[in-house]
């Protein structure tokens, strides 16, 4: 697996969670892998051994020199050791959103490497490539590396987590890093009038996935392709929806240590002490205990739906409802965080920031979890939300309209303020009836989402991939 992240070492979102929880998972199936990602500034390397001195990149009369280090992991973890593209503040860029501008070197050195690593440490069946900084892989297997021996019979998988990140850069940066001028076509690496890495994936790997399968037929279309869709429907006999897993070691209220209290859907009665806790720990007040506590924990963004929150706000207040949120994002949904916190103090209460026990804690301790997105590729909070008896209000979009059913949360079509309002609405009403919702919660708690149903779909279909050569 070759991926700009995986958990516990290096993180953003979702796409961490799954590389670093799907090769546990296959090897129940007899599969072996690896991971293969940047070493980071943040990454430490003292529990880190040294595996390959001096695996050098040539992109022309560039020269870039790394070094493999294995991390301490439950299954082989290789380190691209490059300090001049890697030992820097942040993964994609400076605080602020701004990427570096040299990503496309930073990224095909680290698919070159990788390449190495399976070259020198861990032959491989299957390069399983993840996201547009490991777009480059099934590019220079078609290519560069066409008629090496060591890769002859090796398969590429292209997972999309999310269309709307593609690598986009300027025509120049092909021949920076090493491909050929010729892929600059529609049916290649072209997009209009600049190159695009995800599509080296999306063009040149042998096999492609997604992670949900509703986000699978949704970016076959012109609303949710990113200007994409046509390319995916040329391949939409080669694409498949793999819904993500949930690691329930760690996400679950039977074993989760970040809480004050621990419950089942046996014995619910640690929830409300999570629900105290939680609302002492925002600053709200007591007496909120019995009404309903709507939790966020998102990026920030208009993807994620920040613009209909700021939409439902008055809502959830007139309903006698409260709301706590956790997250970071982009300035101007920062902003409309921080303001709606002062226009509703008592009721209202924000923390900007990653905070990992928080999310825990709000997941346990709210009632309900919102989340309203534009589009989904999978979403794992509202998994996370249906094992802590946390009632999702959700958009049918993508994976959340795979894992969210009439009975354990509330689904809305339109993206529209009006529709999640009303869905708002529906749930604090179904809230006042105490045993129909606790009938609701047991039932999301005791649904399965864990990474065996999905782990064992993909080692189906590097199986597949493999007889096909």
Partial sequence: MISSEAAPFAKTGGLADVVGALPSALADFGDEAAVVLPRYRSIDLKSARRVWDKLYVHFGPRIFETNIYQAAAPFPVYLVDCPPLFDRPGLYGESGG?????????F???????????????????FHCHDWQAGLVPAYLRTTFSTDPTFLGCRTLFTIH????????PKSALAEVGLDAGLIRPDGM???GRVSFIKGGIAYADALSTVSPTYAR????????????????????DLSGI?????????????????????????????AVCKRQLLAEFGLPENAIGRPL????????????????????????????????????????????????GEFPGRVAVRIGFDNGLAHRIEAGADLFLMPSAYEPCGLNQIYSLRYGTVPVV??????????????????????????????????????DRTGWEAMMRRGMDKDFSWKASAAAYSALYRRMVSAR
Avoid: C
């Fill in 243 to 271: 819904l993500n897993g949930v690691d329930y070691r760690e996400w679950s209220p039977e074993v989760d240590a970040h809480l004050p209290a621990r419950y089942s859907a046996a014995d619910l009665s640690g929830k």
């Fill in 294 to 341: 709507f939790g966020i924990v998102s990026r920030f963004t208009r993807q994620k739906g920040a613009d209909l929150i700021a939409e439902a706000i008055g809502e959830i207040v007139a309903l006698d409802g409260y709301l706590v949120a956790l997250g970071t994002g982009e300035p101007e949904y920062e902003d409309f965080f921080r303001r709606i916190q």
């Fill in 108 to 126: 095909a050195v680290f698919a070159r490497a990788a390449l190495g690593v399976a070259r020198h440490l861990f032959r491989a069946d299957v």
């Fill in 395 to 432: 958009r049918a979009t993508g994976g959340l309209d795979d894992t969210i059913e009439e009975g354990t949360g509330f689904k809305f079509a339109a993206y529209s303020g009006e529709a999640f309002r009303d869905a708002i609405r529906a749930a604090a009403a179904a809230y006042a």
């Fill in 190 to 192: 072209e997009f209009y």
């Fill in 162 to 169: 999310n269309l709307g990140y593609q690598g986009l850069f």
């Fill in 218 to 237: 949704e970016i076959q279309t012109p609303e949710y392709g990113f200007g994409l869709d046509g390319s995916l429907r040329a391949r939409s006999a």
């Fill in 98 to 106: 701004m990427d570096f501008p040299d990503n496309h070197l930073r």
